[in-house]
């Protein structure tokens, strides 16, 4: 079983749409959790960063954590073409040389 | 947030011959820096840890012979593909921490190798 584990899509949907990303993991010592986009032959940039469990708001992207269930999410609302990417959930223990684990990524196209 | 360049962002070289990837951040100092993999429709593959003024720390199963990491200032981390392969093309990407543990990536260098 991978530690991290996330639907590599892809996931089509209209412009507009609410889009739902999500992760499980396996290690409930993981304890901050990350949602990064990567465009196409680009490096991936950080789109949300969560410590614990709860959620976090950024404009049009909102990050969910339960730990319970060692599950994460991403919601994207009034999606935009240009939403359209691979997006990475990543998670970690702590601060201090423990290593960032990535899932595989969720390939997203919006459609106009 | 930070910056991380990474250059080049493409390269084409020919098989038995060496390429080096430069990773700077552009407005820290990055004591640490990682250095991964990505094949295509594939998650982020970490080969290495990066030390300033220590020797790189490799990832199990990665050769440090072929993959030669040099961190000379807190500003620069260089990785150098020696004797590439065509198995060897592949997205290599840099990254920096942050304060906590989120990361600052670079644009990425596509490396093929024919």
């Known amino acids: 079983q991978k530690e991290v584990e996330q639907d590599p899509g892809p996931l089509s949907v209209p412009e507009g749409a609410i889009v739902s990303l999500n992760c499980t993991y396996s290690?409930?010592?993981?304890?901050?959790f990350m949602w990064y986009r990567q465009y196409s032959r680009k490096g991936p940039e950080l789109l949300m960063y969560t410590y614990s469990s709860g959620n976090k708001e950024d404009g049009r992207f909102t990050a969910q954590v339960d730990k319970s269930s060692k599950y994460i999410s991403l919601f994207i609302r009034d999606s935009q073409p240009s939403d359209s990417a691979t997006y990475l959930c990543?998670?970690?223990?702590?601060?201090?040389?423990?290593?960032?684990?990535f899932g595989a990524g969720t390939r997203l196209f919006v459609k106009a | 947030g930070a910056v991380v360049s990474q250059h080049p962002s493409r390269v084409i070289c020919k098989s038995g011959t060496s390429v080096k990837i430069e990773c700077r951040s552009l407005d820290f100092q990055a004591t640490t820096m990682f250095w991964y993999r990505q094949f295509p429709k594939q998650s982020l593959m970490l080969m290495a840890t990066s030390n300033e003024g220590s020797k790189a720390t490799y990832e199990q199963g990665v050769e440090k012979d072929k993959f030669l990491i040099n961190h000379a200032s807190l500003t620069l981390s260089t990785l150098t593909v020696t004797s590439a392969h065509p198995e060897d093309s592949s997205f290599y990407i840099c990254s920096a921490p942050g304060q906590l543990t989120e990361a600052f990536f670079g644009q990425g260098t596509r490396l093929t190798v024919v």
């Open positions: 290690n409930s010592a993981f304890q901050y």
């Open positions: 990543a998670m970690s223990g702590d601060t201090g040389g423990f290593k960032t684990i």
